[in-house]
T-cell receptor
């Protein structure tokens, strides 16, 4: 079956770095997505990886290892506004997104 | 990035009434749109995939006669919750598939909160 695993909740300190891991199993693979969702709002697109390696975008970076079925989202210089849920989603061979349950990130001052 | 709008953002209705939610892609054409539902503190649940000019594909357990989907144009999909009941109260979010070169992703609308009394 198809499955996405990510931690339910993480806590980090303002100004620090946090890494949110995601493992996936899908029928075929057409890329790995990360979305940010603040409470009460719809998700917003953060990043997309389809090749192995690290993609950096400002304070956020995303990494993919296709052979391991593994990705992580790295957030640097954490700010209070980064408190949100982070959703990992893998696109299968039918171009459908398979969603993880999300990781709630709590930032403490 | 691509912009997707949803209307209305909030709906409060009486049990037994029908509610229509619109999803529009504002600056791109979307041959495929998706409808999700999210209950408090739970993950997104895909309800159906809406393809322009054809019937929607519903996920297992989603009643197609209760959740009517119409994708009449490349920029508009509608979800109608027929005979809504309190258990249908949820956050309904649409997304539109956008393709730019090799990147294919989904952009989400802001969501519609439905409260059925």
């Amino acid at each position: 079956g198809q499955n996405i695993d990510q931690p339910t909740e993480m806590t980090a300190t303002e100004g620090a770095i946090v890494q949110i891991n995601c493992t996936y199993q899908t029928s075929g693979f057409n890329g790995l997505f990360w979305y940010q969702q603040h409470a009460g709002e719809a998700p917003t697109f953060l990043s997309y990886n389809v090749l192995d390696g690290l993609e950096e975008k400002g304070r956020f970076s995303s990494f993919l290892s296709r052979s391991k079925g593994y990705s992580y989202l790295l957030l640097k210089e954490l700010q209070m506004k980064d408190s949100a849920s982070y959703l990992c989603a893998a696109m299968d061979s039918n171009y459908q997104l398979i969603w993880g349950a999300g990781t709630k990130l709590i930032i403490k001052p | 990035g691509a912009v997707v709008s949803q209307h209305p953002s909030w709906v409060i209705c009486k049990s037994g009434t029908s509610v229509k939610i619109e999803c529009r892609s504002l600056d791109f054409q979307a041959t495929t749109m998706f409808w999700y539902r999210q209950f408090p503190k739970q993950s997104l649940m895909l309800m159906a995939t809406s393809n322009e000019g054809s019937k929607a594909t519903y996920e297992q357990g989603v009643e197609k006669d209760k959740f009517l989907i119409n994708h009449a144009s490349l920029t508009l999909s509608t979800l109608t919750v027929t005979s809504a009941h309190p258990e249908d109260s949820s956050f309904y979010i649409c997304s539109a598939r956008a393709v730019a070169g090799v990147l294919e992703t989904q952009y989400f609308g802001p969501g519609t909160r439905l409260l059925v009394l």
